[in-house]
């Protein structure tokens, strides 16, 4: 099958979309810009025209809310935000009003928006450019958060987000940009709310979301040859996140796992644990193992980044841990 | 019929509206001094001219997107009052079937697609609202309606600068009632100059008598046929003072240095007897007035019967409409 490049696989779900459907639009900030969004949206302004590819003025407020109520009348936008630290700006219309329209008015009015954020950090960027702040949004009832790690499930999930009725957050990691892999040309859809088994294992589930996910593939590799036999789940939705998929492989495994490339106290790997401790105590063998960012901002000096941020080293640790 | 007669008509469905919108909010006053509505109720009583005056110029399809202080511009949309009363009263029947209240207040029928009570956070929805009728050729005009205190958010100027960039067909409307819950516009601004700000992010800006509901009419007829024409949007800061306290039916006289002074001067200019003032010079009888009074009062209460006798909603519904379950395509 052809192979495309994670971030050349955003940009095919994007023209796909535009020229299937003409409620779909993009506005944001450098959408035209590849220095903000890389080849993910490289020249989309060309084909599909400056009316349907908008880019904004840094006005976060605004920008968002106008996605937002273009979504409720009828339109089907895809608000883009290179940066997610920045997107925090618009934390009113994406919490407080996308999030809760549905609700608030029993079914009636409906938020079709696809809120795209970027995790875009290392290279001595600093604490205000580099921050996942996912589990912020998988914490507020009416949004939906995905976070693929290949570039077929970039393109699937950018499908699904655009056609669900709900405000999709979709979050990419432009760590993921030049990886590679095999994306079917046609548009197809990867399902909202559902894992996928990389590598069956007998010995360890090892849960991973984004980023992780790669690194978690060289970790499985590792481990093998010590003869270990992990079981790899890349998580890809966070909200809602596959219950299904993971109890059934801690099942079987009876230890777990849980890699974010965030902040460990009140995230996504802690609800995963809270969740499967609660649930299915029973199956487990041995304490569950996180593999996050420490507590505190990114640094700048690449020393630093390169004490804080976390891979398939420490993933390799933790899974010979919950094995001892 | 020539245009005097015409504007005859028209100014006595305003009058009627804006008795509507002060009987309603009167009986919600009293209703939540006795204990009976406990829903947060902000009321607009003093400032109906601006709901009545700016809706007159609308299309049923135009949208409407308000605050915490909307019973009015719900009403004037076009909203139905019993499904209104109901949602105060907390009731299935109401208009968001008992998840809203007096904040929360919806007709997508109607082209009232929400108002709630986060400050400025529909004025961006409503640009959204433009860019939508923008993108899809329909011509349809988007009204965000807010206060003096939404001025002070990020939110306003964002989208007065994006309204104006794109050309949308949007109509930021500005009650200006001089108040931000207790603070008066002097102690949250230098400038008494909100309506500067139409200027300053380039689109067209008028300063309105919003107690005088044919120049508000007058005035959002114009800025509505300029947006309709593809001119771009305008902001209309409409004059005009807070009778009642920033919520519930008490006065707040503690609140400026001269709040008593101030509420004797507008009362003097209420929207309500003005108008009453030149249809009695255009010759409509006091019978006149008190019948269609009457028919009003009559209205109210009917809605307030309906809501006391509807049924709370199921408490098996609690989860429901966290996620619509329809797909977009």
Redesign the interface.
């Given at each position: 099958m052809r192979r495309l490049s994670y971030a050349r696989a955003i940009r095919e779900a994007h023209a796909q979309l535009l020229a299937q459907d003409p409620r779909v639009f993009l506005i944001g900030q450098g959408v035209r810009n590849p220095w903000y969004a890389g080849t993910s949206l490289q020249d989309l302004d060309k084909e599909f025209g400056r009316e349907r590819v908008i880019d904004s003025p840094v006005s976060e407020n605004a920008t968002t809310g106008a996605a937002i109520g273009a979504a409720i009348t009828g339109m089907r936008p895809i608000l883009f935000h290179p940066r997610m630290d920045f997107m925090l700006l618009a934390a009113d219309p994406i919490m407080n009003q996308a999030a809760n329209w549905s609700y608030l008015f029993a079914g009636q009015v409906s938020v079709p928006v696809v809120i795209r954020a970027v995790i875009n950090r290392g290279g001595e960027q600093g604490a205000q450019h580099s921050q996942a702040v996912q589990a912020l949004f998988a914490h507020v009832p009416g949004l939906k958060v995905v976070m693929p790690a290949t570039p077929y499930d970039a393109k699937g999930l950018l499908v699904s987000a655009v056609r669900d009725g709900n405000p999709v957050l979709y979050i990419d990691d432009r760590w993921l940009y030049e990886s590679e892999g095999e994306v079917p040309e046609a548009l197809y859809e990867v399902p909202i709310g559902s894992a996928a088994v990389r590598r069956s294992g007998r010995n360890v589930t090892l849960v991973a979301t984004s980023y992780m996910a790669s690194e978690a593939a060289k970790a499985v590799e590792v481990l093998a040859g010590r003869g270990i036999d992990v079981e790899l789940i890349d998580l890809r939705s966070i909200k809602p996140w596959d219950r299904n998929l993971v109890y059934s492989s801690v099942g079987k495994t009876g230890r777990l796992v849980i890699a974010d490339a965030a902040w460990v106290s009140g995230g996504i790997a802690a609800e995963i644990a809270a969740s499967v401790a609660g649930d299915i105590f029973h199956a487990l063998k041995a304490p569950i193992a996180r593999v996050c960012l420490p507590d505190a901002p990114a640094p700048t000096s690449a020393v630093l980044e390169q004490a804080y941020y976390v891979g398939a080293e420490e993933m390799v640790s933790a899974v010979e841990k919950v094995l001892l | 019929m020539n245009a005097s007669d015409d504007r005859g008509t028209i100014e006595q469905a305003l009058w009627r509206m804006m008795v509507l919108i002060r009987v309603v909010e009167e009986r919600i006053g009293e209703l939540v001094s006795v204990g009976e509505i406990h829903t947060p109720c902000h009321l607009s009583i003093g400032q109906e001219a601006i709901p009545a005056g700016v809706c007159a110029a609308l299309r049923p399809d135009d949208?409407l997107?308000g605050g915490h202080r909307s019973h009015g511009h719900y009403l004037a949309k076009g909203g139905n009052l019993r499904a209104m009363m109901a949602e105060i009263f907390g009731k299935a029947t109401g208009c968001?079937?008992g998840?809203?209240g007096s904040m929360?207040l919806?007709d997508?029928a109607q082209g009232i697609?929400?108002t709630?009570p986060?400050v400025a956070?529909?004025?961006?929805?409503?640009?959204?609202?433009?860019?939508?009728?923008k993108?899809?050729g329909t011509q349809q005009v988007?009204v965000a309606f807010f206060g003096d205190g939404a001025t002070d958010e990020?939110?306003f100027h964002?989208?007065l600068?994006?309204a104006a960039?794109?050309q949308l067909p949007v109509l930021f409307v500005c009650e200006n009632n001089l108040y931000s819950t207790h603070l008066t516009l002097k102690e949250r601004r230098v400038k008494d100059n909100i309506v500067e700000s139409a200027d300053l992010h380039g689109l067209s800006g008028e300063r309105v008598d919003g107690n005088d509901v044919m120049a508000v009419q007058s005035a959002a007829q114009q800025a509505v046929q300029r947006a309709r024409a593809g001119n771009g949007p305008t902001l209309l800061e409409c004059r005009t003072y807070r009778w009642r306290g920033h919520v519930g039916p008490a006065a707040d006289l503690e609140v400026g240095e001269d709040r008593r002074r101030e509420l004797d001067e507008w009362r003097q200019r209420d929207p309500i007897a003005r108008c009453r003032e030149r249809l009695r010079a255009q010759g409509l009888s006091s019978e006149r007035f008190e019948s269609l009074e009457a028919a009003v009062r009559d209205e109210v209460e009917e809605a307030v019967s309906f809501a006391r006798q509807s049924p709370a909603p199921d408490d098996s519904e609690l989860l429901?409409?966290?996620?619509?379950?329809?797909?977009?395509?």
């Open positions: - | 949208s997107w968001a079937r998840r809203g929360h919806v997508p697609f929400g709630v986060l956070a529909t004025i961006p929805l409503a640009v959204g609202a433009g860019l939508s009728s993108l899809r988007s990020g939110h964002e989208s600068t994006l960039l794109y429901h409409h966290v996620y619509v379950s329809r797909r977009g395509v």
